[in-house]
């Protein structure tokens, strides 16, 4: 029941109306029994500005920010956690005492989703296709995790470097390499690897025959397979690691933990996960399966 005393909260983006955020949040607020509301907002990159002050006088709780304000956000707000400093992007603004802070739970959320396989992947090797911001986050959070070491496979070498130089500099972990864009360079490298993850939106609905490897790429058997995506649940590259014996997992898991956090962030409230994780994930294959929202 909303009334006068429910909390506002929301996330921003453009385009938005693909977001499972209203779904999933909702879905959380009502199992906790919590006064709060939570909407999808179309926000263009010209109008950030205005959109961040009228949710301050709105007296918003808190909003999250997606693609493509991750960044531009920053200079509109008071304060940043650490992490989100280091990655230069922020996906959760909290509104308080007249004042905005910026936070990043995706690192968080990634770690969290890995689950049983997160503590065998310390002191291993990663390796992370893609250079985007995803690539950051993904890159901070193996770091402060204990990855042994990270190779960036990114088909603009030049992109691919960037991120390398400028993560070394950010963390002072100098044990990341850029791989030369070419299918048989992934091969050679992917025999010592424990994790592969795809942080680019190659595969993504509409476009689910693609993938970011080519058919004849060979997956080692028992490898763990990551896909940040999750609409299609298994793309075409997770298909191809499953066949292979691989393990695999798609992104939801990610959405999932760095929505929980942020709910964390904007409630104080302490949130159990054991049974709530499964229920909601549970949901949310529904939402995607049955294509109510892309």
């Known amino acids: ?40 907002f179309h926000v263009i990159p010209s109008d950030l500005e205005k959109a961040i002050e009228s949710f301050q006088a709105l007296n918003f709780k808190g909003i999250n920010v997606t693609l493509p304000h991750k960044q531009g956000v920053i200079q509109f707000l008071d304060e940043v ?4 400093r280091c990655l230069g992007a922020v996906n959760t603004i909290v509104f308080k005492n007249n004042r905005r802070f910026g936070f990043n739970t995706d690192v968080i959320g990634f770690l969290d989703s890995l689950g049983e396989f997160r503590h065998s992947l310390k ?42 130089s400028e993560m070394i500099s950010i963390t002072q972990f100098d044990k990341i390499y850029s791989i030369p864009p070419t299918m048989n360079d992934l091969t050679n490298e992917i025999q ?19 993938s970011p490897v080519d058919d004849e790429f060979l997956f080692p058997k028992d490898i763990l397979v990551y896909n940040l995506i999750y609409n299609p649940l298994e793309t075409k590259f997770l298909q191809k690691a499953r066949s292979a014996g691989a393990h695999i997992m798609n992104g939801l898991d990610m959405l999932i933990y760095q ?36």
């Not at 506002?8 to 009502?30: A, K, R, T, Y």
């Not at 929980?260 to 995607?288: A, C, D, M, Q």
């Open 1 to 40: 029941m909303i009334n006068s005393s429910t909390q506002l909260l929301g996330v921003i983006g453009d385009p938005i109306s693909h977001s499972l955020s209203p779904e999933m949040q909702n879905f959380i607020i009502q199992k906790l029994g919590l006064n709060y509301c939570y909407n999808a």
């Open 81 to 84: 956690s650490e992490e989100a």
């Open 123 to 164: 002191t291993k090797t990663a390796i992370v296709i893609g250079a985007g911001g995803s690539a950051r986050a993904v890159i901070y959070a193996l770091i402060q995790d204990g990855i042994g070491e990270i190779k960036i496979f990114n088909r603009t070498t030049q992109k691919g470097e960037k991120l390398k």
């Open 192 to 210: 010592n690897a424990s994790i592969l993850i795809n942080t680019t939106p190659i595969g993504m609905h509409p476009e689910v025959h693609a």
């Open 259 to 294: 929505g929980i956090e942020s709910l964390k962030i904007w409630t104080g409230v302490e949130i159990e996960t054991e049974y709530l994780v499964p229920e909601l994930r549970e949901y949310l294959i529904k939402k995607i399966s049955g294509q109510t929202r892309y």
